[in-house]
């Protein structure tokens, strides 16, 4: 039976489907945030049900990657409500700064996409810290 739903989901990205935006639907990774740095094992949280819902993955990219080249992290064809969608162990990726894909293939075919832009995987690197702001103080004299 998993087979059957692996080759069917692998044909169905071979067919060409029209894109839908995430603002039409509630499809959604609440966490990790855009600019967040990460280490370690990761919960990704959010929402992959939609009306019509037949699958959903995730998936990484290198931010710096013209090509969108996209590592599968996780599929299932259960859809998710505010919860858990994946967890990702960021120790077996190179430290940089990466962009995180949920995918929802509806029943008719067509994807719903939601991205999580700039994160920063900081496992092996040190972490990037804010200059301190100088602050002055006004002493008065009598």
Known sequence: MRWLFAG????LLCIPTR?????????????PASGDML???????????ADGFFASELSFAYASDPTSN?????QTDQPVTEGLLAAWDTTLVTDGDYTLRLRVTLQDGSILESLVTGLRIRNQTPTETASPVPT??????S
């Open 8 to 11: 069917f989901f692998a044909v």
């Open 70 to 74: 996209w590592f599968l992290l996780y």
């Open 19 to 31: 894109v839908a935006a995430q603002t039409e639907t509630n499809i959604r990774i609440t966490a």
């Open 39 to 49: 280490q370690g094992l990761v919960n990704i949280t959010g929402t992959s049900a």
């Open 136 to 141: 002055s103080t006004l002493a008065l004299t």
